[in-house]
């Protein structure tokens, strides 16, 4: 029962389906994650946890119209979500890859004082959902 507790899968509705797909194989694919193609616009990725559990996030249009096309990060619901880096140099790769891609950045990667060494950047997917790609030394040495 190791993994008794980890978060299991993630889905995440995207107004922007096809794009979004295309923005989270770049984010997904340079943490180490699987992509699994569903349909146009709908994929799946998946991380293998050490003790062989899968984490997995997907990507689908939304079943029902919101009226909205943009994630309100303050308002109800999920502010972001962070995953972790190996080091400052695998942030930094992030970084230069989404600025290549023509993605835009909200917060370049710098050092923050949450804890000794946290560094960070911030970047948000195309329907506005905010996502941080983090190497913190204190939890990933």
């Known amino acids: 029962m ?5 978060v299991s899968h993630l889905d995440l509705n995207v107004a922007e389906p096809v794009a979004s797909a295309r923005f989270y194989e770049l984010v ?10 569903i349909d146009e616009g709908r994929s799946r990725w998946t991380l293998e946890y050490a ?5 997995e996030i997907e990507v689908r249009p939304p079943a029902v119209p919101s009226g909205s096309d943009r ?4 308002e109800p619901g999920v502010d972001h979500l962070a995953f ?5 140099s695998d942030v930094d790769a992030l970084y230069q890859k989404l600025i290549a891609a023509g993605h835009p950045v909200a917060e ?18 195309p329907s506005g959902i ?5 190497h913190d030394p204190t939890t990933n040495p």
């Open 108 to 125: 370049p990667p710098r050092e923050y004082e949450y804890t000794p060494g946290y560094y960070a950047v911030a970047f948000d997917d």
């Open 130 to 134: 905010r996502l941080e790609v983090v």
């Open 51 to 55: 003790d062989g559990a899968l984490f």
């Open 84 to 88: 972790h880096a190996d080091s400052r």
């Open 28 to 37: 997904l694919g340079h943490l180490g994650y699987r992509q699994h193609p």
């Open 2 to 6: 190791a993994t008794r507790g980890f």
């Open 71 to 74: 994630h309100e990060r303050y």
